[in-house]
């Protein structure tokens, strides 16, 4: 294994790769079923079925029967490897602290308290807490889900004293063929020299409250809140200034290492080329601390409640080799005393007199750019609206920019008379009666309203 995690290749990788081979064969062509691995290392078994899955596939189409019994080994002499074979080394259960019987709710309660504990931000001083808290969450996932955890107990039952890997085992753990073999080759090997340094650092969410025309208008806001900066000491480079470096001996210095046709990211000095031979006391070599973060963030106009900003790479800064987090802005945007608001539309109250509201005349409205005039048209109902178009918040996307603002007329009725303005009211409702538009003063409704005054 050496060689090859000099190569920048983990043992992880050369598994998972190893697991997605298997599984390709076994379902691709009975020709690999009772294929068998004498001592051969991980490494090589990747190699081999790599090389030979497309070698044997037209072959195997043509005629299936010739290898569906044949025994394949590899000579230990072709690679300087240690032999290496599938096992569970993880027991689920035992990580979780739960019996193999144990009930989702026995199984979710050990999650929760276990993930509280090893969480890496409550345990930001004890780096093997994150790999504790992957374990964890890697055992929650399968044993919450009944059908994974069916295929694991299977799989955990018949390989605890095997000494070889089954293809089956691999159908067991949900690892499936699809597609064509060199949709099937390209996933694997993709994954497999995945480019480990464009890992990103975690984000960050924050709360940001707005005023109703800060929201309208659109506006700049100034952001601090609490991060992962870079290190002061040494600038974010994870050593001290001056301190010396020495050139990768594993990508010679280029930061990517190549074996053909893939090229991938050097895993030993994170695509930089030189190693670091003193690390920074401040960080510890992480090149981050814990700081605060500012940040200038322009809000366009037109947003609502609960609207999110992304802005990219302003999260938590990564480190060596680790892109920084985004930052996901989520506005509370408060209710304005004047302005009722429905999408990109606005509504707004104008309160007349009732004589306006018969009469019709000029009204002064609010709006979103000052005080504006409008008509009232003559005999206006209560409630009644009056559209002003283009009068309102900017639209995200569409043909349509702006949307509406809406007048809703509010009459107000005195609430008493004089004598004059009463024998004047009086009048004009028995000339409405006796126009016919009611049959009797009783059901006038203005005869009504003056009535009760």
């Not at 294929?35 to 189409?61: D, W």
């Not at 073999?181 to 694997?188: G, P, R, T, Y």
């Not at 938590?316 to 004047?338: A, E, F, H, T």
Request: proline letters at 4%; glycine letters at 10%; one cysteine or more.
């Amino acid at each position: 294994m050496g060689r090859f995690n000099r190569l920048g290749f983990g043992q992880k990788s050369l598994f998972r790769a190893r697991r997605h081979l298997l599984s390709s064969a076994s379902n691709a062509s009975p020709a690999y079923h009772g294929v068998r691995f004498g001592g051969a290392s991980v490494f090589q078994q990747v190699l081999f079925f790599a090389r030979n899955i497309y070698s044997c596939s037209l072959e195997v189409s043509r005629r299936p029967d010739r290898f569906s019994t044949v025994e394949i080994r590899l000579m230990n002499r072709n690679f300087h490897a240690t032999g290496l074979c599938y096992s569970i080394e993880r027991d689920f259960y035992e990580i979780l602290g739960v019996p193999k019987d144990a009930s989702q709710d026995e199984i979710k309660k050990a999650f929760h308290v276990l993930a509280k504990k090893y969480h890496p931000d409550a345990n930001k001083n004890n780096p093997s807490a994150k790999r504790k808290f992957q374990e964890i969450r890697d055992a929650y996932e399968t044993l919450r889900d009944s059908e994974r955890r069916a295929q694991y107990d299977r799989v955990r039952t018949r390989g605890s004293g095997e000494g070889e890997y089954a293809a089956a085992d691999a159908e067991d753990m949900n690892y499936s063929y699809q597609g064509h073999f060199s949709d099937s080759f390209h996933k694997i090997f993709s994954e497999f020299f995945k480019d480990e340094a464009e890992n990103f650092a975690t984000d960050i969410q924050v709360d940001l409250h707005l005023s109703f025309s800060e929201a309208a208008k659109g506006c700049i806001k100034d952001l601090s809140f609490n991060a992962r900066v870079p290190c002061d000491s040494c600038n974010g480079h994870g050593y001290p200034i001056g301190a010396k470096l020495r050139v990768c001996p594993t990508c010679k210095g280029i930061g990517r290492v190549t074996l053909p046709p893939f090229t991938s990211t050097c895993n030993s000095c994170k695509g930089s080329g030189q190693i670091i031979k003193e690390y920074c006391t401040t960080c510890r070599g992480s090149g981050v601390v814990e700081g605060v973060k500012e940040v200038k963030v322009t809000i366009p106009a037109g947003v609502d409640y609960g609207d999110t900003i992304h802005v990219p790479k302003a999260g938590n800064s990564g480190g060596r080799g680790v892109q920084p987090g985004s930052l996901y802005i989520r506005l509370k945007v408060k209710k304005d005393p004047v302005f009722e608001r429905d999408g990109a539309d606005i509504y707004v109250d104008s309160h007349i007199s009732f004589t306006q509201a018969i009469l019709g005349g000029k009204v002064d409205v609010p709006t979103l750019s000052g005080k504006m005039q409008v008509e009232i048209p003559k005999g206006v109902q209560p409630g009644q609206l009056l559209v002003l178009r283009g009068r309102g918040l900017p639209k995200q996307g569409g043909f349509i920019n702006q949307g509406d603002q809406y007048v809703r007329f509010r009459i107000n009725f005195p609430t008493s008379l004089n004598e004059r303005q009463r024998e004047l009211i009086e009048e004009y409702a028995r000339d409405e009666c006796n126009s016919g538009n009611n049959t009797s003063a009783e059901g006038n409704w203005l005869y009504q309203q003056l009535s009760t005054g």
